[in-house]
């Protein structure tokens, strides 16, 4: 699915996704990522929901969020509660949907000027 949200000022969205992939601005990515308005993260060590380890929320929390959207792929999944700890411990916001959502969810936020960040997982 096309999303078409333009930016005006510059900062990154999700503007398309489907089985096995997401676009940020216009660019294909076919690999775990997290995006912030700012940044996008391909190296991000999560790669697949059961390899999900506190680790990945500490990453996810060093950037600084007031709130944290996790995409599980095509089907809702929650984590363990220990895992996101760390978020919880700092009034992190952490919103877990399947990855289709939490593009659109992401789109909303970032357009609203909120610090959030996005941790999809593709595979």
Same mark, same amino acid.
Request: proline share 6%; net charge neutral.
């Given at each position: ?15 398309? +996704?489907?089985?096995? +992939? ?6 294909? +990515? ?43 792929g095509a089907k ?29 969810? +992401? ?17």
């Amino acid at each position: 699915m096309k999303l078409q949200l333009d930016s005006p000022t510059g900062q990154n969205v999700f503007t398309g +996704y489907g089985s096995g +992939y997401v676009q940020v601005n216009g660019q294909r +990515y076919e690999c775990s990522l997290v995006v912030t308005p700012a940044r996008i993260i391909q190296d991000w060590p999560a790669s697949r929901f059961e390899h999900l380890a506190a680790s990945h929320f500490e990453f996810l929390l060093a950037l600084k969020p007031e709130i944290v959207l996790l995409g599980t792929g095509a089907k809702l999944r929650f984590p363990p509660p220990a895992l996101s700890r760390c978020l919880t411990a700092a009034h992190v916001g952490l919103e877990v949907m399947d990855t289709n959502a939490a593009c659109r969810t +992401y789109n909303i936020l970032a357009a609203e000027g909120r610090n959030v960040a996005t941790a999809i997982l593709l595979g």
